[in-house]
């Protein structure tokens, strides 16, 4: 047997039940007493299973009993919580938007480009074909209506700064790889605090977009080249490592890190994913590495 903990968490604020949800949890895993990661917020309860599979249906099990509640349920297992390398994707996970749906607004072309968009994340179209499909409809927007987006559309997802700094407080490495553009990530990440950041490069002539990038296209297997990069870089076992996004270009890097997490994910990447989060925020993560609230740490 091996010890494993489930963890429960609710949307920051201690809005959810997440008590009454920790008293039915306990008798599912065997009368475990809570351990509140956040009073109201999150907890987490150990108990052995067999493997991993085991701990999986007691998860689900769980769900089940706590379906309709406004509560995140996921098990890991007890050794090695903590990681030492996060690798995020941009887009719909550090920060709010899909940035090419925005640099369409500007051209009138949002719906049109947003159809496309959602479908090559829900894994419905090749990721690299959709996005030259929609590159193609920008071409000759001008260089300036990208710092229009970022200055005007661009929000960071609630949680994103406090796990970074968090992470990097702690020793870890934090890289931001996206599908998106550099123009995008690289001022993203200096806001969040990452390490580094990867992404596709616009081509630009004339100070308009040529509909084309420099270089290969950056996807779903450049997302995953990135985490083993920075992870053989670092010495780290596979196990130390932690990916989270919401699309089909993250599948790959998701299911190979040691905690791979769907973050408010289409269906194709929840049901890969070791854990999913659809209700708390990016701090979440920080719980199921089992950080406490107390040692959250959110730069000024």
């Known amino acids: 047997m091996s010890a494993f903990v489930l963890v429960l968490i609710g949307p920051a604020g201690g809005t959810a039940p997440v008590g009454e949800a920790a008293d039915q949890a306990a008798r599912e895993v065997g009368g475990a007493a809570p351990l509140w990661l956040s009073p109201g917020e999150a907890c987490e ?17 769980v769900a089940v009993r706590l379906e309709g509640l406004p509560l995140d349920v996921c098990a890991l297992p007890v050794a090695g919580r903590r990681k030492s390398l996060l690798i995020a994707d941009m887009d719909s996970t550090i920060i709010q938007q899909e940035c090419i749906d925005e640099m369409a607004d500007m051209l009138g072309l949002k719906p049109r ?8 994340m829900r894994g419905e179209l090749p990721f690299e074909a959709a996005l030259r499909e929609r590159l193609g409809l920008l071409a000759g927007l001008e260089v300036g209506a990208l710092q229009r987006v970022f200055d005007e559309r661009i929000v960071l997802m609630p949680g994103a700064r406090t796990l970074v700094a968090t992470m990097r407080a702690n020793g870890a490495f934090t890289a931001l790889v996206s ?3 550099s123009f995008f990530t690289s001022r993203v990440a200096a806001a969040v605090g990452f390490d580094v950041n990867r992404a596709n ?14 270089g290969p296209i950056l996807g779903r297997e450049a997302k ?4 083993l990069h920075y992870r053989d870089a670092r010495g780290l076992d596979a196990e130390a490592t932690l990916a989270v996004g919401d699309g089909a270009n993250d599948l790959a890097m998701i299911t190979a890190a040691g905690l ?9 990447v929840a049901a890969e994913a070791d854990a999913g989060i659809t209700h ?10 089992g950080y406490r609230r107390a040692e959250f740490l959110t730069p000024g």
């Open 45 to 61: 309860l150990t108990f052995e299973a067999g493997d991993l599979e085991e701990a999986r249906s007691i998860r689900d099990r």
């Open 113 to 120: 480009i947003a159809a496309i968009t959602e479908r090559a």
């Open 179 to 181: 599908g998106g553009f």
């Open 201 to 214: 490069e616009l081509e630009i002539a004339d100070d308009r977009l040529t509909g084309g990038v420099v």
């Open 224 to 227: 995953l080249e990135a985490l």
């Open 260 to 268: 791979g997490v769907a973050y408010r994910a289409k269906p194709v």
């Open 280 to 289: 708390g925020d990016l701090t979440a993560l920080l719980f199921l590495q």
